[in-house]
C-alpha cells in the first residue's frame, strides 16, 4: 500500500510537471489554437497537481511520519529528513499554488498573449519554473528514499 500510495504521488506529480513543460513548448510560438491546449494542459497540470498533493498529504501523516521519519533520522543519512525533506515539504506546499496560478493567468488573459510578449514570457518562465521544481522534488523524494534505504540496512546489520 505505501509503494502504491509513493508511486501515484510522485507519477501524478510528475505528469503535472511535463504539463507545464508542454505549456511552455505550446507558447514559444503561440496561435489561438495552441493557446486553447495550454488553457486545457493547465487546468489538467493543476488537477493533477492537487491530487498528488492529497495523496502525498496522506503518505506523510499516515505512513512516512510515525514509520519512516524514524528511521531516516536514527540511520547514517539524518540529512536525507532534516535538510531535503523539509526542502520539499516546503516546495511541495506552494507548487499547486504556482500552478493554479499559470493557470489563472492562462485563462483569464488568453486573448491577449497573442499581443502582449512580456505577458507570453513571463508564463513560459513561470511554466519552466513549475517544471524544474517538479522534477527537483522527483530527485529529492530519491534522495529521501535512499535515507530510507540505508536506514533499514543499518538497522538490520
Excluded at 19 to 32: A, C, H, M, R, Y
Amino acid at each position: 500500500m505505501v509503494s502504491l500510495l509513493i508511486g501515484t504521488h510522485a507519477f501524478l506529480g510528475e505528469l503535472a510537471g511535463i504539463g507545464f513543460l508542454w505549456i511552455l513548448i505550446e507558447l514559444l510560438n503561440p496561435t489561438i489554437e495552441r493557446i486553447n491546449r495550454a488553457k486545457i494542459i493547465s487546468l489538467i497540470a493543476v488537477i493533477l497537481f492537487l491530487l498528488s498533493w492529497l495523496i502525498g498529504g496522506f503518505y506523510y501523516v499516515n505512513s512516512y511520519g510515525p514509520n519512516v521519519k524514524p528511521i531516516i533520522k536514527e540511520g547514517p543519512q539524518p540529512w536525507a529528513h532534516s535538510v531535503i525533506m523539509e526542502t520539499k515539504e516546503h516546495i511541495f506546499l506552494f507548487l499547486p499554488f504556482l500552478a493554479i496560478f499559470a493557470s489563472a493567468i492562462l485563462w483569464k488573459h488568453s486573448k491577449i498573449i497573442l499581443k502582449n510578449n512580456k505577458l507570453r514570457i513571463a508564463i513560459i518562465l513561470l511554466s519552466g519554473l513549475i517544471f524544474l521544481l517538479t522534477f527537483a522534488i522527483g530527485g529529492m523524494g530519491y534522495l529521501i528514499s535512499s535515507g530510507a534505504r540505508a536506514g533499514l540496512e543499518a538497522k538490520v546489520i
